[in-house]
């Protein structure tokens, strides 16, 4: 697959939208890239409804070959991700046109890189993504 062509996180359907924004909060909260499972909590906290794990892991690929996403290594066992830097743009600029619109003042700050290059998963990777430079985990614990 391509990279995404979504010229808005508008474009988004809302669960990949929940999806990045639990990711970004997640990174901005622990200063590191969250796992499949700290995700998985972070939405099942949000909503009333248990997220289930195939859901949770397909999306997160989905958004991953549209280089929405960046998935790494923590451990031999355990998968982390993070945003890139375009779709910490997309949020933001999302975020600040949503704030115009119901005239909401923003202070919006920029992450850092998160992951490190050594750890990112390189199948996950395509020549036709725009530089990416935070890593997007999932851990695969309990999947059959």
């Known amino acids: ?10 474009d988004l359907r809302a669960f990949e939208r929940d999806l990045l924004y639990a990711v ?4 901005r909260d622990n200063d590191t890239p969250p796992k499949g499972l700290a995700i998985k909590a972070y939405l099942d906290e949000q ?14 690929d989905q958004l991953i070959k549209r280089g929405l996403l960046r998935k790494g ?7 982390e ?11 933001e600029a999302f975020a ?6 119901t005239g909401v003042e923003l202070e919006i700050e920029s992450a850092p890189d998160q992951i490190d290059p050594d750890h ?14 935070n890593a997007d985990v999932t851990e695969r614990e309990g999947e059959s």
């Open 24 to 27: 970004r909060a997640l990174e």
């Open 73 to 79: 290594k923590k451990d031999d066992r355990t998968n």
């Open 81 to 91: 991700y993070a945003t890139t830097d375009r779709t910490r743009t997309l949020l």
């Open 1 to 10: 697959m391509t990279a995404d062509t979504s010229a808005s996180v508008g």
């Open 96 to 101: 600040r046109r949503r704030a115009r619109q």
């Open 47 to 60: 909503h009333d409804d248990d997220l289930n794990h195939s859901r949770l892991y397909q999306n997160l």
């Open 120 to 133: 990112v998963d390189a199948t996950e990777e395509t020549e036709s993504v725009p530089e990416q430079t």
